[in-house]
C-alpha cells in the first residue's frame, strides 16, 4: 500500500500539509490519532503519551526505570507507583501502530519517526516540511497565542526533541535531506501550494488519478 510520510519541524505547518493531502488523495490520515491508538494499548492517558513522544526522558526518568528493572534490593516505596512508559515501549507500540494504518490502506503519516520506521519500504513518499526560525517563531506565536520569547524556546525546545529522538532510536539525522525525496520550505511555497506539490509527487508515483477521473 502507498504512504507519504511527512515529517515536519515545529511551526512549520507540516501537519496542515498532511490534512490537505489526505484529503486531495482520499487516502487515510494518521497525525494526532496515533497518540490514542498508543495511550489505549499501553494503559497510558493521551497526556502521558503526548508528553514523552518525540522527546528524551529526563535524568529522574531514566534512573526510576532503571531502579523498576534492577533486583529487589534496589526497589525503594517510589518503585511501587506506576512508572511512565519507557520509550523503547512507545517506540515499539508505535510502530505496530503505523505498520497496522499502512496495511489498511494508502496513508499520510505524521512525524513519530514514521520516516525512519519505513525508511526500507520501497512504496513510500518521505516528505520533510520546514522553514526559516522566525517563520516558525511566527507561526507558534499565532497558534499558541503566546510571546516570541515562549514561542522561540517552544520552537527551539520541540525540534531539538525531535532531533534527538530520531538520532536515538534510529541513529538517523531527522533534518539531512538524503534522508527525504523532497524538502518544503513552507514559508516560501506557503502550506496550501507545499500540499499541491506532494499531491503531485504522490499521484505521479503511485499512478493515483484524480477524483472523478
Not at 494526532?32 to 518525540?54: C, F, L
Amino acid at each position: 500500500m502507498p504512504v507519504i510520510t511527512i515529517s515536519r519541524m515545529y511551526g512549520s505547518g507540516g501537519s496542515e500539509v498532511a490534512r490537505l493531502v489526505a484529503e486531495e488523495l482520499g487516502w487515510s490520515l494518521l497525525d494526532n490519532a496515533v497518540i490514542d491508538a498508543v495511550a489505549e494499548r499501553i494503559g497510558a492517558t493521551h497526556a502521558e503519551v503526548a508528553s514523552r513522544e518525540e522527546r528524551l526522558p529526563s535524568l529522574v526518568e531514566r534512573l526510576a526505570s532503571a531502579m523498576a528493572l534492577s533486583s529487589q534490593e534496589w526497589i525503594s516505596p517510589m518503585a511501587d507507583a506506576k512508572l511512565p512508559p519507557s520509550d523503547e515501549r512507545l517506540v515499539e507500540v508505535t510502530k505496530r501502530v503505523v505498520e497496522e494504518a499502512v496495511a489498511r490502506g494508502p496513508v499520510v503519516v505524521v512525524g513519530r519517526g514514521a520516516q525512519s520506521m519505513l525508511a526500507a519500504r520501497a512504496d513510500v513518499l518521505h516528505v520533510f516540511c520546514y522553514a526559516p526560525r522566525r517563520a516558525l517563531i511566527a507561526r507558534a506565536v499565532a497558534r499558541e497565542k503566546i510571546t516570541p520569547e515562549e514561542a522561540a524556546k517552544l520552537v527551539d525546545d520541540t525540534n531539538k526533541h525531535r532531533e534527538d529522538w530520531v538520532r536515538k532510536h534510529w541513529s538517523r539525522s531527522w533534518r539531512a535531506h538524503e534522508n527525504y525525496h523532497i524538502s518544503l520550505d513552507t514559508e516560501w511555497f506557503g502550506v496550501r501550494r507545499a500540499a499541491e506539490l506532494v499531491v503531485q509527487l504522490a499521484r505521479e508515483r503511485f499512478n493515483e488519478g484524480r477524483p472523478g477521473a
